[in-house]
């Protein structure tokens, strides 16, 4: 039975309170300003517009939910996507809610404090080591930056942090809680959240990867526990930190390829079958095509390698020179190339090899996999030929050509075999769009491909076709789809020049699978790369340790006012100086140990390798791997990495002072360098406040005095 009263008992942290206000109040107060684009928000703002206006993007960057989480934003705030992003600077317009785009982000930013807060004390960390953590998170003046413009960075903090706090919690658990399931379910969604938003979340995820194995393979060696138990702990989380997280990524672009719907700029990246899947654009052109090739029919051929550019197989009234400018003779037949462009001289016809008809007969007569066809230029009549001549740039293969019959003994040699390689059966009908073919050349088993490279003026700059081995080639640019296509009905050239600019009209529904596009979205975001540029604040890893480098986010048109990537000196000092501090330590302490010296108790020295398992191994992996990257870098990319350091510090300084600190005196010592240490941090943080918020404006004078290292680029106008 109840019994009255009923009553409810909580416990409220009041420190955890304060400082979840305090960084809300740090991130989100004057949100709207400036009210203009910010650095990388003309990067975003661009996707954001597009997302909005469901359009289809690639961003190789990152996957999608980064952008599906701006969005959110911007929908909220009523934005139509009308705005051009075309330059940082630019002025937002009274109609967009400048708040609301940056809303999110500056939530996500915000709570990284509380979190850091909480995931101390799950490192088995006193209240005062968590305070400490929340402090240098809070006073560190490129999270903030970071945290109040339309960016990714905060948001990928913030889903860090959560999944490295939800398994601790998890893990930390009594083992008759049943809560400790849940926590460990949120986990593994963070864990999807944080690689969702950007693909360097991967680095942290792979971590707390590596972490749980260790903490799984010595709960299988616990004999305290029934062959069950273990079973079942081991299988919920394989389920919490495989399956959810793999799941949940697919679902992140099941729903992204939903809303983006609408063709777009980046279409002619994809294939054609994706690209007709999409409202408008190549859907547009295409709507109505007979599915199925027959003999007689007229199409356009796109090569299915998106290297260097997207382009159709392409001939024109032009012969290859008789000699090249290296003194090769060539066979001064008509080119044949690949066009990055709609052109009526992409059009070739499909010819059986035993007739002369290039008509569709009725009922038509498909082509099918394995059968020898001719192909016949629509515009100029001339056969798809190869020969044992070498290419024009790429003499290591064959030439293709137009064949043009000069009386010099050199034999037509125009039969080409289709092999659908995508195919389900042997006996396969050529599809439009949905068929992946290679042409084989039959006297010489060539394959045709793109080679990739440019003509010169002669070929009118457009890309070289040529034929080459199998075993040589590179399958990605064998490959040839049939893009456009109409069954062809006249004998006549005259004719059928005009009927190439006829598209008939037979309905034909055909669709390609969520899967076939998550692949091939997948494939595309790993090959097809932004060229690597120079960019004026782009930097290098070993120039974030020490903080060489900075980024002029924002200038305002007429004043001094400017918000610049900066982060907080002092803060950066204690976090390099608590990584070599750690690094010291362990080396003395494992040392001392393999001599049989034992200066730690047992579960103290596990709290102290489970420290830098988390904070020093997601230093590691956050900062290691940009080393290796080949691609343009900035200082925000060292952020993940610099808040392990801060949950490092403080939980290192407590360490000391009540383990390797016996007497009073230098512990006093300690806590009075330490409050300096975070008086200084503070007055750190606010002698560069003007620059984390662009206000107020700074004289000349004054800007000049916060250019504390010569490499900082400090901008300042001369009146």
């Not at 203009?36 to 990067?43: G, H």
Request: one cysteine or more; a neutral charge.
């Amino acid at each position: 039975m109840l019994q009255f009263p009923l009553v409810v008992t909580a416990r409220l942290d009041l420190v955890l309170v304060l400082v979840t206000l305090l960084s809300l109040w740090t991130r989100l107060s004057g949100l709207g300003y400036p009210g203009a684009v910010v650095f990388d928000e003309v990067y975003y703002g661009q996707f954001l517009s597009l997302y909005v206006k469901r359009i289809f993007f690639i961003d190789d960057s990152g996957p999608p939910l980064g952008h599906m989480i701006l969005a959110l934003g911007a929908y909220l705030g009523g934005f139509d996507g009308n705005f051009v992003w075309n330059r940082i600077g630019a002025e937002y317009p009274c109609s967009v809610s400048v708040w609301s785009l940056r809303l999110l982000p500056a939530l996500g930013g915000a709570l990284c404090v509380p979190l850091a807060y909480l995931l101390t004390l799950e490192l088995r960390c006193s209240h005062l080591s968590a305070l400490g953590a929340a402090l240098l998170l809070l006073l560190e003046n490129s999270l903030i930056v970071q945290s109040r413009f339309m960016l990714l960075e905060s948001l990928l903090i913030f889903f860090v942090l959560l999944a490295f706090f939800s398994y601790l919690r998890s893990h930390n658990a009594p083992s008759r809680c049943w809560s400790r399931y849940g926590w460990l379910l949120l986990s593994g969604v963070s864990c999807a959240a944080a690689v969702g938003v950007k693909y360097t979340g991967l680095f942290s995820y792979l971590l707390l990867l590596g972490v749980a194995s260790l903490h799984t393979w010595k709960l299988i060696g616990d004999r305290a526990l029934s062959h069950l138990s273990v079973c079942v702990q081991c299988t919920w989380r394989v389920l919490c930190l495989l399956v959810v997280p793999v799941l949940l990524y697919v679902f992140w672009f099941y729903v992204h390829l939903s809303v983006l719907h609408r063709s777009g700029p980046h279409d002619q990246l994809m294939s054609s079958a994706f690209q007709a899947s999409l409202q408008g654009g190549l859907s547009r052109i295409t709507r109505g095509q007979p599915l199925e090739v027959a003999y007689g029919s007229q199409v356009t051929l796109r090569s299915s390698a998106s290297q260097p550019v997207p382009c159709w197989l392409h001939s024109h009234k032009a012969n290859y020179p008789i000699r090249y400018e290296n003194g090769r003779g060539s066979s001064h037949q008509q080119q044949v190339t690949c066009y990055p462009f709609k052109d009526v001289n992409n059009w070739w016809i499909i010819k059986d090899p035993a007739r002369q008809e290039l008509a569709v007969d009725s009922p038509p007569r498909p082509v099918r996999h394995g059968d020898v066809i001719q192909l016949v230029h629509g515009m100029t009549s001339r056969l798809l030929n190869s020969h044992d001549v070498a290419a024009p740039m790429s003499p290591h293969a064959q030439e293709v050509s137009g064949y043009i019959d000069f009386n010099v003994s050199m034999a037509t040699q125009n039969l080409w075999r289709l092999e659908i390689y995508n195919r389900e059966a042997e006996s396969e009908v050529w599809k439009t769009i949905v068929s992946e073919v290679r042409l084989v050349h039959v006297n010489t088993s060539a394959v045709l491909k793109l080679s990739g490279v440019a003509l010169p003026d002669w070929g009118f700059r457009q890309l070289e076709v040529v034929a080459e081995k199998l075993l040589k080639a590179h399958s990605g640019s064998l490959g040839w789809t049939v893009e456009e296509h109409r069954y062809g009905t006249s004998q006549e050239q005259k004719e059928r020049e005009a009927e190439l600019h006829s598209p008939t009209h037979i309905d034909v529904d055909r669709k390609i699978s969520f899967w076939s596009k998550f692949m091939e979205l997948q494939w595309k975001m790993l090959t097809v790369k932004q060229e690597v540029s120079e960019h004026k604040y782009s930097s290098g890893p070993l120039e974030w340790i020490t903080m060489d480098t900075n980024i002029a986010y924002w200038l305002h048109a007429s004043s001094n006012a400017q918000i610049h990537l900066i982060g907080n000196p002092v803060s950066w000092g204690v976090a390099n100086l608590s990584l070599l501090a750690y690094q010291l330590l362990a080396t003395v302490y494992m040392l001392r140990r393999r001599r049989g010296f034992k200066d730690l108790p047992d579960g103290v020295w596990q709290q102290f390798v489970s420290l830098g398992l988390v904070c020093v191994g997601g230093w590691t992996m956050n900062f290691l791997p940009f080393l290796l990257m080949d691609k343009t870098l900035f200082l925000y990319h060292y952020l993940p990495a610099l808040c392990y350091l801060y949950l490092l510090s403080p939980a290192l300084l407590e360490h000391v002072h009540t383990h390797l600190l016996s007497s009073g005196t230098p512990r006093h010592a300690l806590c009075v360098c330490t409050s300096a240490v975070l008086v200084s941090i503070f007055l750190s943080y606010w002698i560069f406040c003007p620059l984390t918020y662009g206000s107020p404006e700074l004289s000349t004078n004054q800007l000049q005095a916060l250019k504390w290292r010569d490499s900082w680029d400090i901008l300042y106008r001369r009146r």
